[in-house]
C-alpha cells in the first residue's frame, strides 16, 4: 500500500500546473445565469399565458351586447307615401295626400276617393281638368264584363277592364267577385291612361287586416253587428244629426281605412 501512494505521488509531481482558468469559470457561469434568465422568462410567459387561459375559462363571460335586428316587416303595410283603401281584405293604393269624398253631387272636385257616398244630388256637376279619383264600389258589379280580362290578384280571381278615354275622361275598373268589390280609377289629366294604369296596379289582397265597412242607411244596431262580426270593438257616441235618431253619421277610423281584429271603431249615432 505504502508503495502504491508513493507511486501516485510520484506521478502527480510529474504532471505541469497551471494558472486556475478563471475567465473560463467565469464565462461559463455567465451562460449558465443567460439560460437560467431566458429559462425564467419563458416559465414566466408561460405562466401568464396559462393564467390568461385559466382566468377565461374560469371568469363570467363578457355580457354581449344586445344585436339589433329589423322588426319584421308587416305584410299589409302600403307602399311609402301611399294609405289603402277598400272594402273587406281587399284594398287599393292611393296617395296619403288625397282626401275621402270631395265630391259635388258625386263628381270628385280634387284627388279623393269615393266610398260610401250614401244618397248624392242628381245634378250633373262638372269634373275639373287634372282630377284623379279612385271608387269602391262593395257589391257585384253593374257593368258588362264580357270584355274583361282575367287575372289574379294575390290568389283571388279578378277581371280587368280595358283603360279607355271618352270625353276628357280616362277610366279603369278591377272586379274582385269571390270578394264582392270593384275599384274604378279615374283621372281627367292629359297622361290619364298612364295614371289609371298605374292606379289599378295598386289592388292588393290584406293577409292579416281587414277595413272598416260602409254605414250609408244604416242603424246602429245592425252596423254594430257587422263591426262585431269582423272581430272589431265598437265604441258608440251619439251626435244631433240631420238624420232620424238611431242612424250612423260616422266612424273613427274612417269607414275603408285598414284595421286590424280587436281594434275600436267609434260609431257616431244620431240622437
Keep these: 500500500m505504502d508503495d502504491l501512494n508513493t507511486l501516485l505521488e510520484e506521478r502527480v509531481a510529474d504532471i505541469p500546473v497551471?494558472?486556475?482558468?478563471?475567465?473560463?469559470?467565469?464565462?461559463?457561469?455567465?451562460?449558465?445565469?443567460?439560460?437560467?434568465?431566458?429559462?425564467?422568462?419563458?416559465?414566466?410567459?408561460?405562466?401568464?399565458?396559462?393564467?390568461?387561459?385559466a382566468w377565461?375559462?374560469?371568469?363570467?363571460?363578457?355580457?354581449?351586447?344586445?344585436?339589433?335586428s329589423d322588426p319584421p316587416?308587416?305584410?299589409?303595410?302600403?307602399?311609402?307615401?301611399?294609405?289603402?283603401v277598400g272594402y273587406g281584405p281587399a284594398v287599393i293604393a292611393v296617395p296619403e295626400a288625397w282626401g275621402t269624398n270631395d265630391t259635388e253631387c258625386g263628381t270628385p272636385q280634387e284627388d279623393t276617393v269615393v266610398i260610401d257616398q250614401g244618397a248624392i244630388c242628381l245634378a250633373l256637376i262638372p269634373r275639373p281638368a287634372d282630377v284623379e279619383s279612385v271608387e269602391v264600389?262593395?257589391?257585384?258589379?253593374f257593368?258588362?264584363?264580357?270584355?274583361?280580362?282575367?287575372?289574379?290578384?294575390?290568389?283571388?280571381?279578378?277581371?280587368?277592364?280595358?283603360?279607355?278615354?271618352?270625353?276628357?275622361l280616362t277610366s279603369g275598373s278591377v272586379y274582385l267577385p269571390e270578394l264582392g268589390?270593384?275599384?274604378?280609377?279615374?283621372?281627367?289629366?292629359?297622361?290619364?291612361?298612364?295614371?289609371v294604369e298605374n292606379l289599378l296596379a295598386g289592388v292588393t289582397i290584406l293577409e292579416e287586416h281587414t277595413t272598416v265597412?260602409?254605414?250609408?242607411?244604416?242603424?246602429?244596431?245592425?252596423?254594430?253587428?257587422?263591426?262585431?262580426?269582423?272581430?272589431?270593438?265598437?265604441?258608440?257616441?251619439?251626435?244631433e244629426g240631420r238624420t232620424k235618431g238611431g242612424w250612423?253619421?260616422?266612424?273613427?277610423?274612417?269607414?275603408?281605412?285598414?284595421?286590424?281584429?280587436?281594434d275600436t271603431i267609434t260609431v257616431t249615432v244620431a240622437r
Excluded at 20 to 46: E, K
Excluded at 217 to 228: N, T
Design 18 to 53: 497551471g494558472a486556475p482558468p478563471i475567465d473560463a469559470m467565469r464565462s461559463a457561469v455567465r451562460r449558465r445565469r443567460s439560460r437560467m434568465t431566458a429559462l425564467g422568462a419563458a416559465a414566466a410567459v408561460a405562466v401568464i399565458a396559462a393564467g390568461g387561459v
Design 56 to 68: 377565461q375559462q374560469l371568469d363570467e363571460p363578457a355580457a354581449r351586447p344586445p344585436v339589433a
Design 73 to 84: 316587416a308587416d305584410p299589409d303595410a302600403p307602399p311609402e307615401g301611399s294609405r289603402y
Design 137 to 141: 264600389r262593395p257589391g257585384e258589379t
Design 143 to 168: 257593368e258588362d264584363t264580357s270584355a274583361w280580362t282575367s287575372a289574379e290578384i294575390d290568389g283571388e280571381e279578378a277581371l280587368r277592364s280595358p283603360v279607355e278615354t271618352a270625353d276628357g
Design 181 to 195: 268589390v270593384t275599384f274604378v280609377a279615374q283621372s281627367s289629366s292629359a297622361d290619364g291612361e298612364a295614371i
Design 213 to 239: 265597412p260602409g254605414f250609408a242607411l244604416l242603424e246602429v244596431d245592425a252596423y254594430a253587428a257587422e263591426l262585431q262580426e269582423l272581430g272589431l270593438a265598437v265604441e258608440i257616441v251619439t251626435d
Design 248 to 262: 250612423v253619421l260616422s266612424t273613427d277610423p274612417a269607414v275603408g281605412s285598414v284595421v286590424a281584429p280587436g
